[in-house]
């Protein structure tokens, strides 16, 4: 891991010492799941399910906080099996899909939901000439139930293609009262109100954390790191954790920790694992 100051280090040591208390929120895309050309394929890092069960056993809770449909992240994550093995450790996982939208948890084991968002359905009809116009029709488009993704990454040029289409997209979902959220060659529409930071909060007054570390990678990510910083300013230890790649890098300079990629990730939680367990022995 490579910490961002010698205030981030400090920031280690001194969520180590809360863990016990402290929750530990991750992003699956870019984080636990390795970013992949086909995102109906992105499963779980293979070491991740270890990892996340011995970590549960050293802090309060452990929440996976996506993009993703619930149901999608659930089945690509295995994360229903993670779930009763952290049960057995006597703590507790849960998944905020959809930016916070849908809620699953290990102890209740079912997604609530809401409705989709209005202007939403005329949106996506409306979506297929935009791509026309702007020679993007054969971009993917991510039918979510509650938002609407279109994925760049096929294309011939990802970037040129997501840089056209951002302004048309904003635009179109501007006119629904939706929003866009850009990503990694993704822009995603989906209703206003929600996002990570809203989880991030609702899970620290929920659990009454005594901590809070989010990893994330993308620009979904920046209210939930933004919302660490509130944290921290009333007095909770946090550790924001990037995991870094070529293709996004807006979050290394508000992170305490930069990591590479999932694997990096998963490294740093089981180091986090090891030292919250030998101070508490």
């Known amino acids: 891991m490579d910490f961002t100051s010698g205030q981030g280090e400090q920031r280690y040591e001194a969520f180590v010492r809360a863990a016990a208390s402290s929750v530990v929120g991750l ?18 890092h293979p070491d991740a399910r270890d990892v996340l069960v011995a970590l ?18 659930l089945d690509l994550g295995g994360l229903e099996e993670v779930g009763a093995a952290v049960g057995e450790a006597g703590s507790e996982l849960y998944l905020f899909g959809q930016y916070g939208n849908e809620r699953w948890s290990s102890s209740r084991r079912r997604i609530v939901s809401p409705r989709p968002p209005k202007g939403l359905a005329t949106f996506e009809r409306e979506l297929p000439r935009l791509l026309r116009s702007h020679d993007a ?17 096929r294309l011939p040029d990802p970037e040129r293609a997501f840089e056209a289409l951002l302004p048309a997209l904003r635009e179109l979902a501007g006119q629904h009262d939706l929003i866009v959220e850009p990503g990694r060659h993704v822009v995603e529409i989906r209703s206003s109100g929600m996002h990570k930071g809203v989880a991030v909060r609702t899970l620290a007054d929920e659990l009454d954390a005594g901590g809070f570390l989010f990893a994330g990678d993308d620009l979904g990510d920046v209210e939930a790191f933004e919302a660490l910083g509130e944290l921290q300013e009333a007095g909770l230890p946090t550790l924001r954790v990037c995991s870094a790649s070529r293709e996004q890098s ?22 986090l694992t090891a030292d919250a367990h030998d101070l508490r022995s």
């Open 27 to 44: 992003d699956f895309d870019g984080t636990l799941s390795p970013i992949v050309d086909d995102p109906e394929q992105a499963h779980i």
């Open 56 to 73: 549960a056993a050293e802090v309060r809770a452990v929440a996976v906080i996506t993009g993703r449909p619930a149901r999608q992240a």
């Open 250 to 271: 807006a979050l290394v300079p508000m992170s305490d920790v930069v990591v590479k990629g999932p694997e990096g990730v998963l490294q740093l939680l089981a180091q």
């Open 137 to 153: 029709g054969e971009a993917f488009i991510e039918d979510k139930g509650l938002a609407v993704a279109v994925h760049t990454r």
